[in-house]
């Protein structure tokens, strides 16, 4: 059974989290309690913390379809445990397509997009395109960073038995991943440029050759991040600041540039690169997320005489999430040697977002909610 009050980490607006003590909200109707296993920290917590609130909904301005303000619990790639079915939620059968078994005691991982569910874009799958809005666990409701998180039933999505519950965490930055991919139009066979080997960089390097890429080559400036591209199995890795990149990846296709490029780093230099990494027909597609108020330019004239498409993706949808986990059970794909490290939930803001923050060899660290905090040895 869940306790009456746990320990959450929690942003207030300012670049710190609070370890506070919080009641266990009632399970709502459609709601779902998960005993949370694992959550990951991911590029997006870091941005909240140290220069939000961004994402969060400050006091005041509640989120539209939530109603959440700050202080919010952080935590959208998690996975757990059902330890509670809330009314209404039925206990899938046996071999339900796509979602399996959903019952107490179910391991789960969480697809953190919350939206309308009504809309146009809602009904048609795209959630995350959803005309009235959008949250995220994590962001605007309680997240995976406490011991235990309602959720609602259509987010959760059950977990194959052989994919442990520390992979089934990455199943959501994966997913992002899967989703850049897909929205690129790749098929098996192709070539891909990837600009950028962070995290999301690096996932998207796994999938394109999961998806049966016949080269992969990827831009980054950071030594440490060039080295986790190569253990990727990245075909090449180019050091942008001393090596003209462009000019390599011609070359590496004889001078026809690739079928796609995915750009994982979001700068002006960046879109340029991809627009013109790419052959006649080729498909660029954004993943980084640009500052609003930045507005970069985009040189029509190379786009149009190669009929170039320029695209964008935008988080990812349930059908990805599915395909994930698909990927991840059957071995096609593999992750487990991208979770760099694991913490527990007190150490989330030292061991966690700081060292993430001044650590590039860093990919993916995992707060495994099990662990106790490691003391520092007594004298
Ligand atoms: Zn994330
Ligand atoms: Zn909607």
């Known amino acids: ?26 399970l709502k109707p459609g709601e779902v309690r998960v005993k949370v296993a694992f959550c990951g920290i991911c590029g997006s917590d870091l941005h909240e913390v140290f220069e939000g609130p961004l994402t969060c909904c400050p006091v005041g301005q509640p989120h539209p379809l939530t109603g959440g303000t700050l202080p919010e619990t952080l935590g959208h790639e998690f996975s757990g445990v059902v330890e509670e079915l809330g009314e209404g939620v039925e206990e899938d059968g046996e071999g ?8 107490v005691g179910s391991r789960v991982c969480i697809e953190p ?21 959008i949250g995220l666990y994590g962001y605007a409701r309680p997240g995976g960073l406490a011991p235990f998180v309602n959720v609602a039933s259509s987010n959760v999505h059950v977990v194959p038995d052989n ?6 965490a990455l199943a959501e930055p994966l997913s992002v991943a899967w989703h850049a991919v897909a929205v690129s139009g790749f098929k098996m066979g192709e070539s891909a440029f990837v600009i950028g080997c962070g995290p999301i960089g690096a996932l998207v390097t796994r999938v394109l050759f999961a998806q049966g890429a016949s080269a992969v080559y990827v831009s980054e400036p950071s030594a440490s991040r060039r080295a986790i591209a190569s253990q990727c199995g990245a075909t090449a890795v180019f050091d942008p600041t001393t090596d003209d990149a462009l000019a390599r990846v011609r ?8 079928d796609v490029a995915i750009d ?3 700068t002006q230099r960046t879109v340029d690169a991809a627009i013109e990494s790419t052959r006649r027909k080729g ?36 059908e990805d999430m599915r395909q994930v986990l698909a990927a991840l059970s059957s071995g096609r794909i593999k992750v487990d040697d991208l979770i760099t490290c694991r913490i527990a939930l007190s150490e989330v803001f030292d061991k966690g977002l700081e060292v993430l923050r001044q650590d590039p060899t860093q990919v993916k660290i995992l707060v495994d909610l099990e662990r106790e905090a490691v003391q520092p040895a007594s004298l």
């Open 1 to 26: 059974m869940a306790p009456a009050s746990m320990r959450a980490m929690r942003y207030h607006g300012k670049p710190e989290l609070v370890l506070d003590d919080v009641s266990l909200p009632q």
């Open 96 to 103: 339900t397509e796509g979602r399996r078994t959903l019952r």
């Open 113 to 133: 997009v919350i939206s309308c569910r009504q809309c146009d874009a809602c009904k048609a799958g795209d959630t995350p395109l959803c005309d009235l809005a």
């Open 163 to 168: 994919v442990p519950l520390d992979i089934a």
């Open 251 to 258: 070359e590496a296709t004889g001078g026809q540039g690739v």
């Open 264 to 266: 994982c780093a979001g």
């Open 283 to 318: 498909r660029i597609v954004m993943v980084a997320l640009f500052d609003k108020a930045k507005r970069p330019t985009v040189d029509m004239w190379a786009l149009m005489t190669k009929e170039r498409t320029l695209t964008s993706s935008c988080c990812f949808n349930a």
